[in-house]
Protein backbone atom coordinates (compact mmCIF):
# COMPACT_ATOMS: atom_id res chain seq x y z
CA UNK A 1 0.00 0.00 0.00
CA UNK A 2 1.65 3.51 -1.08
CA UNK A 3 0.68 6.77 0.90
CA UNK A 4 1.89 10.30 0.25
CA UNK A 5 2.61 12.29 3.19
CA UNK A 6 2.83 15.84 2.36
CA UNK A 7 5.15 18.86 5.13
CA UNK A 8 6.20 22.33 4.91
CA UNK A 9 2.99 24.22 4.46
CA UNK A 10 1.70 27.17 6.45
CA UNK A 11 1.33 30.39 7.19
CA UNK A 12 3.68 33.35 5.13
CA UNK A 13 3.87 37.13 4.92
CA UNK A 14 4.50 38.17 0.75
CA UNK A 15 8.23 38.16 0.09
CA UNK A 16 8.50 34.92 1.97
CA UNK A 17 9.65 31.03 1.45
CA UNK A 18 7.96 27.92 2.08
CA UNK A 19 9.43 24.29 1.23
CA UNK A 20 6.76 21.48 0.71
CA UNK A 21 7.91 17.82 0.49
CA UNK A 22 6.10 14.63 -0.96
CA UNK A 23 7.38 11.06 0.46
CA UNK A 24 6.54 8.46 -0.45
CA UNK A 25 6.05 5.23 1.64
CA UNK A 26 5.57 1.13 0.50
CA UNK A 27 7.68 -1.25 -0.96
CA UNK A 28 8.24 -2.45 -4.46
CA UNK A 29 8.20 0.45 -6.68
CA UNK A 30 9.96 3.18 -8.19
CA UNK A 31 9.48 6.98 -8.96
CA UNK A 32 8.36 7.54 -12.57
CA UNK A 33 7.14 11.18 -12.41
CA UNK A 34 5.90 14.05 -10.01
CA UNK A 35 4.13 16.98 -9.82
CA UNK A 36 2.44 20.06 -7.43
CA UNK A 37 -1.07 21.06 -7.81
CA UNK A 38 -2.76 24.47 -6.03
CA UNK A 39 -6.39 24.32 -5.54
CA UNK A 40 -7.15 28.06 -4.55
CA UNK A 41 -10.92 29.42 -2.87
CA UNK A 42 -13.24 28.53 -5.05
CA UNK A 43 -10.96 27.94 -7.85
CA UNK A 44 -9.84 24.36 -9.49
CA UNK A 45 -7.14 22.33 -9.14
CA UNK A 46 -4.31 23.24 -11.49
CA UNK A 47 -0.56 21.90 -12.01
CA UNK A 48 1.88 24.33 -10.79
CA UNK A 49 5.03 22.45 -11.41
CA UNK A 50 5.99 18.82 -12.40
CA UNK A 51 8.80 16.37 -12.74
CA UNK A 52 10.32 13.39 -14.74
CA UNK A 53 12.38 10.64 -13.40
CA UNK A 54 15.05 12.07 -15.77
CA UNK A 55 14.73 15.35 -14.39
CA UNK A 56 13.22 17.29 -16.79
CA UNK A 57 10.73 20.17 -15.26
CA UNK A 58 7.70 22.37 -15.91
CA UNK A 59 6.50 25.57 -14.17
CA UNK A 60 3.44 26.85 -15.00
CA UNK A 61 4.07 30.94 -15.80
CA UNK A 62 2.89 32.73 -12.67
CA UNK A 63 6.01 30.42 -10.74
CA UNK A 64 8.19 30.68 -13.26
CA UNK A 65 11.83 32.19 -11.61
CA UNK A 66 10.13 31.97 -7.96
CA UNK A 67 9.30 28.18 -7.53
CA UNK A 68 11.59 25.21 -8.01
CA UNK A 69 10.38 21.80 -8.34
CA UNK A 70 13.13 18.70 -7.20
CA UNK A 71 12.99 15.13 -6.82
CA UNK A 72 15.17 12.22 -4.60
CA UNK A 73 13.92 9.61 -7.02
CA UNK A 74 15.92 6.90 -4.29
CA UNK A 75 13.52 8.73 -1.71
CA UNK A 76 10.80 8.36 -3.49
CA UNK A 77 10.46 12.18 -2.57
CA UNK A 78 8.86 15.14 -4.52
CA UNK A 79 9.90 18.73 -3.25
CA UNK A 80 8.95 22.44 -3.81
CA UNK A 81 11.03 25.44 -3.10
CA UNK A 82 8.49 28.37 -3.04
CA UNK A 83 10.18 31.83 -2.96
CA UNK A 84 8.91 35.00 -3.39
CA UNK A 85 5.56 34.43 -1.92
CA UNK A 86 2.77 36.37 -3.43
CA UNK A 87 -1.33 36.16 -1.61
CA UNK A 88 -2.65 34.78 -4.89
CA UNK A 89 -0.28 31.45 -4.18
CA UNK A 90 -2.56 31.13 -1.77
CA UNK A 91 -4.78 27.45 -1.50
CA UNK A 92 -3.85 24.25 -0.85
CA UNK A 93 -1.16 22.06 -2.26
CA UNK A 94 -1.51 18.18 -3.77
CA UNK A 95 1.08 16.51 -4.32
CA UNK A 96 1.13 13.78 -7.25
CA UNK A 97 3.15 10.77 -8.19
CA UNK A 98 3.24 8.30 -11.03
CA UNK A 99 5.09 5.17 -9.64
CA UNK A 100 5.90 1.71 -11.18
CA UNK A 101 5.76 -1.07 -9.54
CA UNK A 102 8.91 -3.14 -9.66
CA UNK A 103 7.09 -6.53 -9.84
CA UNK A 104 4.81 -5.74 -12.04
CA UNK A 105 5.94 -3.01 -14.48
CA UNK A 106 2.43 -1.22 -14.21
CA UNK A 107 2.05 2.33 -13.22
CA UNK A 108 -0.22 4.26 -10.58
CA UNK A 109 -0.93 7.73 -9.93
CA UNK A 110 -0.98 8.49 -5.99
CA UNK A 111 -2.31 11.87 -4.09
CA UNK A 112 -1.35 13.56 -1.50
CA UNK A 113 -3.65 14.61 1.44
CA UNK A 114 -3.01 18.18 0.89
CA UNK A 115 -1.28 20.40 2.94
CA UNK A 116 -2.22 24.56 2.96
CA UNK A 117 -0.24 27.66 2.07
CA UNK A 118 -1.63 30.79 2.89
CA UNK A 119 0.35 34.19 2.15
CA UNK A 120 -0.68 37.19 3.83
CA UNK A 121 -0.19 40.70 2.22
Known amino acids: QVQLVESGGGLVQAGGSLRLSCAAS????????GGWYCQAPGKQRSLVASITRGGATFHTDSVKGRFTISRDSARNTVSLQMNSLKPEDTGVYYC???????????????WGQGTQVTVSS
Open 96 to 110: NQVLRRTDRGTFASY
Open 26 to 33: GSNFSFNS
